[in-house]
């Protein structure tokens, strides 16, 4: 035979995480969500591209067909070149 509830009508007061790090988390995803599809991102990933550094860009999938990706990253030299040039 199972133990009986001790909460049967006693409900949640909604606190999700009372992790103190979670107020730092949510501004890291904050600075995070205003860096991502910035001009400041764009600069950064040229200027490495032209260092010779491995860059990887985010674009359209040009195969209509995989509408389950309809984005797909690509090496930069791919899309802008060498940056030997």
């Not at 035979?1 to 001790?6: A, L, Q, T």
């Not at 009372?18 to 501004?27: A, E, L, V």
């Not at 899309?79 to 030997?84: D, E, I, Q």
């Amino acid at each position: 035979m199972g133990k009986k509830r001790s909460r049967s009508t006693q409900t949640s007061k909604g606190i999700v995480n009372q992790n103190p790090n979670s107020f730092s988390k949510r501004i890291q995803k904050a600075l995070r969500r205003g860096y991502v599809g910035s001009a400041e991102e764009a600069s950064n990933k040229m200027e490495a591209h032209l260092a010779g550094k491995p860059v990887m860009l985010t674009v359209a999938n040009p195969n209509k067909n995989e509408t389950n990706k309809r984005f797909i990253r690509v090496p930069a030299r791919d899309v802008w070149g060498s940056a030997k040039r």
